[in-house]
Structure formats: structure tokens, C-alpha cells
């Protein structure tokens, strides 16, 4: 796991939209890095990154360093039917928004994450 690697780097605010984020140079695809997080009552808990987009699978819960790459979309055909159509202002849409590290449960206090 990069922990090692990632102790103090310089962490930098985005803005205001309460994200902070850093660079780490040499940093490779397919590296594992968790958030260090030292609570008020000085104890120190690692987390994955809630922002992350590859996660070790079960029961291992780390971030994974990964750019995915252009995916490659296969969907002409339906881009094609839809060009020039506003169906979407005229019919019924259902749109879904889960955060799937908010899953990742540990084994402590009810509601734990990560």
C-alpha cells in the first residue's frame, strides 16, 4: 500500500467544494493508497478515498490508483435513433445516484464506513 509514499506531500484545497487533493510523482496504475484520518480524540483510522473509482475487492477495502483509459463506447446505433429526437423533455427518465463506498462497511461502531 503507497501510505508510506504518501506521508507528508503537500494536500491542497480545491477550491471551495471541501475536496483537497495532491500529486505524487512516480505513483503507478494498480498502486493501493488509503486516507490517513486522525480524529479529534487523536486516534488515527485509514480510509478509502470516498472519490475513488477502483477499490480492491472484499474484505479488502483500499483505493487503487487507476486512469481507465478512453473507454471505447459501443453505442452507435442508439445515438443514431436518438439524434435530433427531445424525448427527454416529453417522457418519464429515472436517474440514480449511489455511492458505492458508502457500502463498505467495517466491522465497528454502527455505521462505519470504509
Known amino acids: 500500500m503507497a501510505q508510506g509514499v504518501l506521508d507528508d506531500v503537500g494536500q491542497n484545497p480545491v477550491e471551495q467544494s471541501g475536496y483537497w487533493e495532491t500529486f505524487v510523482p512516480g505513483l503507478s496504475q494498480g498502486a493501493t493508497y488509503k486516507f490517513e ?3 479529534a480524540d487523536g486516534r488515527s483510522v485509514l480510509k478509502s478515498d470516498p472519490c475513488g473509482r477502483y477499490f480492491e475487492t472484499p474484505p479488502r477495502t483500499a483505493s487503487i490508483v487507476w486512469s481507465g483509459g478512453p473507454y471505447e ?4 446505433d442508439w445515438m443514431s ?3 435530433g429526437q427531445d424525448r427527454w423533455l416529453r ?4 436517474i440514480y445516484e449511489v455511492h458505492l463506498g458508502s457500502w463498505q462497511r467495517s466491522p465497528g461502531p454502527a455505521g462505519a464506513t470504509c
Do not use: F, K, Y
Request: net charge negative.
Open 73 to 76: 463506447w459501443q453505442d452507435e
Open 91 to 94: 417522457e418519464p427518465m429515472s
Open 81 to 83: 435513433t436518438r439524434a
Open 37 to 39: 484520518i486522525l480524529g
